[in-house]
């Protein structure tokens, strides 16, 4: 079993950056595929990031690619998604989730957090 914890999200203004970090718990964190999705109102909740266990591989959606960053330090049990040049569309609460197999969709993945807000200001 693995528990998510999200922090770092806020409220920041347009351009600007926050980092959010997940937090989990459990002994097989490492072996983990981790991603972060999004959730704005009314809206799906959407793929942003994904990494695998050992960092060597990544993927972005393309709306993020260039100004995003995932990583992760399994020593800390923890993932962290970097986010620079923040637009205000990009306001939504994020999920960071744990699962098995690299996945761009939400069945993908097994363990979920309960969301940090983050709120993009013009």
């Known amino acids: 079993q693995v528990q998510l914890v999200e922090s770092g999200g806020g409220l920041v203004q347009a351009g600007g950056s926050l980092r959010l970090s997940c937090a989990a718990s459990g002994r097989t964190f490492s072996s983990k595929v981790m991603g972060w999705f999004r959730q704005a109102p009314g809206k799906e909740r959407e793929f942003v990031a994904l990494?695998?266990?050992?960092?060597?591989?990544?993927y972005y959606a393309d709306s993020v690619k260039g100004r995003f960053t995932i990583s992760r330090d399994n020593a800390k049990n923890t993932v962290y998604l970097q986010m620079n040049n923040l637009k205000t569309e990009e306001t939504a609460v994020y999920y960071c989730?744990?699962?098995?197999?690299?996945?761009?969709?939400?069945?993908?993945?097994?363990?979920w957090g309960q969301g940090d807000q983050v709120t993009v200001s013009s």
């Open positions: 989730a744990g699962g098995l197999v690299i996945a761009t969709t939400t069945d993908g993945y097994k363990y």
């Open positions: 990494i695998n266990w050992n960092g060597g591989t990544t």
